[in-house]
DNA sequence: TGATCGGTTGAAAAG
DNA sequence: CCTTTTCAACCGATC
């Protein structure tokens, strides 16, 4: 350092790499060697209300962040998480001036919002005479780079993402950086409260995405900028209006449990680790479950990829020296960490656009059931869509409750909102499901509620997957279905993963495990479950037992009709960028008819049965009693086809 | 240019 | 019960 420059005063800026391991932004900032260094989150009201988080992810968000706080506090007493609960876009200015900054660093995100807050957060540092460092750290490899060395293009192949990262450093990822041993103050007691006198800029509630699991229609998490004790606390689930019960996953966050279950494979489950093949791994498998579960902390960086990468790698290496069976790309573990990399560098070429299908190159444009709406200035996705079919929104919703009489399909959807997370092949059978292979529903809609309900949900991989699976992009074999009935079987012929998280089936006969609409009534009575109506009616009437939905459809008789109308979209061959899909005109191209033109908005939509408040819930009671009224026979919901 | 082949992870029937 | 073949047939890279 430059004797006569004043010494460092350094905010470093945590986002999604809640950990102090292999962080090199962190290690950049302490490079510096600041006299005063302030580790802070902001609360970002953009999470907060216009994400789709439900309460699994808060509660994840929150440990990561309470374990991150008390790694800082046991390297120095004096430091924790800082939380700032502001917009990064206007209390920055404000951080600036009240703390003395003299640098900000932080890890760069090139999610499509991220991008856009960052350049904004820059320009202010600029204004203010800060000076900022951001450093790659999020990815293997930086995913510009990546996109740089695929000739500007989006990565659409692993095979492209293979010799893209080839040309940088040889498609060896940086090794891991060590933790610090030690961080300097933050400043004293006094100065870091003094920004609770300064203006705070509460934001509007009334956009809320995530209404629908608050206690109260007005939470209380940005009275204060730094928390209700002025002390820049974390805030808590009730603080956030979530109540703490509906947090049910099993799955926690936090570096210090994502490095414990690193070792632990490592140590314990070598074999596991060096032969591991996605596609051998069983979606069936729960309690445990048959991957590694580190996802999510990829996601909020409390696991570094690279460290995940290098440790794997390292074994597998000392396997083959030895002579012991390993696997390879792209199904092993460092092959499933390229597809993450082409997700995330396929989203770095193309901006927000890469999560929606109007106005994206590569997706194929398919005229799908349920078409988002889009804001007329930004041409993104708003959070309404249109109903073109009542049926479909039945459809969609049954799917997204896990009431379509198909348990295999049930039991993954209960799985997921229960504990944010279902196996990949898993999350393949209910998005084919939804989309190309039975409610020809928008892969957008699937998309959304997996933004809700996943602890590990990554906008990059989860619209990557969802474009995947229904033909959109990446994947063209429209004719592979997966079967709600096979499949499963093929995996679980017991149905033991059926009966645990349908456990309304939990006597039924291997036999019918997967198709209990086919057994005898008496055989239905015998094992205390009636299957009848589409998943409302708790009790059937006739016989006091309880009920198992209809199928509500026939698959067979869906499949086929999905699959002629992807080849006739197919043949029509138009991308998410062609005019006719831009100005609307692909409607008379596929004779796309709305037939009541409604549309929906989602934001307090409740899933849970009854309706809720509001007109979501008024148009949910309508749907449903539409169902109901029918449920005679409630096969016959199939028999409806264009 | 047209043919060939591969594509992380299919389903159902036949052997 | 296991493996192999057929099903119906897509795109894009490659030669």
Redesign the pocket.
Known sequence: MPQQSPPPTVIFWHRTDLRLHDNPALQAALSLNPSTFIPIFTWDPHYAYRVRVGPNRWRFLLECQDDLSQSYHKLNPKQKLWVIREAPQTVFPKLFESWGATHLVFESDTDGYARERDETVMKLAKEAGVEVIVKSGRTLFDSDEVVKHNKGEPT????QVEKAVEQINNGVPDRPVDAPESVPDPLGEEEMRALSGVDHEVPDQEDDLNAAHRTKHNDNQYKNIAGPNGDFSIPTLNELSIDPSQATSPHHGGESIALEMLRTYLQQNEDFVATFE??KTSPAAFHPQATTLLSPHLHFGSLSVRKFWHDVQDTLQQRESAHKPTSDI??NLP??LL?REMFFAAQAALGPVYAQARGNKIARFIPWHLQSNHDEETGLVERKYTIDDEQAEVWFRRWKEGRTGFPWIDALMRQLKYEGWIH??GR?SVACFLTRGGCYVHWERGAEVFEEWLVDHETASNVGNWM?LSCTAFF????????P???GK?WDPEGLFVRYYVPELKHYDKKYIYEPWKAPVEDQKRWECRVTGDGMVEKDEETGLTTYPEPMFDFDERRQTCIAQM?EA?GV?LMGDDEKVMDGSWKEVFGYEVKDGRVVDETNERVDGDGGDDEGGQKRGREVGDQSGDDGDGGHTSKKKK
Do not use: D, E
């Not at 063209?476 to 079967?483: A, E, H, L, N, P």
């Open positions: 659409m192949s692993i095979h996605k596609p792209p199904t092959g499933q597809f990949h092949l393949h995947w063209t074999q429209f004719y592979r279905c997966y079967s009935v096979a499949f093929k080849k197919y061959h």
